[in-house]
Nanobody, 123 residues
Framework: VQLQASGGGLVQAGDSLRLSCAAS????????MGWFRQAPEKERELVTA????????YYADSVKGRFTISRDNAKNTVSLQMNSLKPEDTAVYYC?????????????????WGRGTLVTVSS
């Protein structure tokens, strides 16, 4: 499974941004999906994840109420709607696929990664 993330950019605090991740194979629909992020000089962290069926989600406390993850198995895509962005949301965001998601997991052992997309939020 190859993952292609897109949608990053430079926005101002309070703005919204939508990230998308497209998967190359139909096997995508059997995998949990998630978005990790890595800010400068910080460890990569799980921001949000969604089960293969879409019935279960996980959100880090720092993004609850502001970010929404969704998926479309028919299109092999997963999206991340980010609202009320803050400067501390600035990071490289990575799309990921793993059988263990949306259980909160560290980034070690993740099955598939997409290339990161940079999100910069100015104050």
């Amino acid at each position: 499974v190859q993952l292609q993330a897109s949608g990053g950019g430079l926005v101002q605090a309070g703005d919204s941004l939508r990230l998308s991740c497209a998967a190359s194979r139909r096997a995508f629909s059997s995998l949990g999906m998630g978005w990790f992020r890595q800010a400068p000089e910080k460890e990569r962290e799980l921001v949000t994840a969604i089960s293969w069926s879409g019935d279960s989600t996980y959100y880090a406390d720092s993004v609850k109420g502001r970010f929404t993850i969704s998926r479309d198995n028919a299109k092999n895509t997963v999206s991340l709607q980010m609202n009320s962005l803050k400067p501390e949301d600035t990071a490289v965001y990575y799309c990921a696929a793993d059988l263990r998601l949306p259980a909160a997991v560290r980034d070690t052992g993740i099955m598939y990664w997409g290339r990161g997309t940079l999100v910069t939020v100015s104050s």
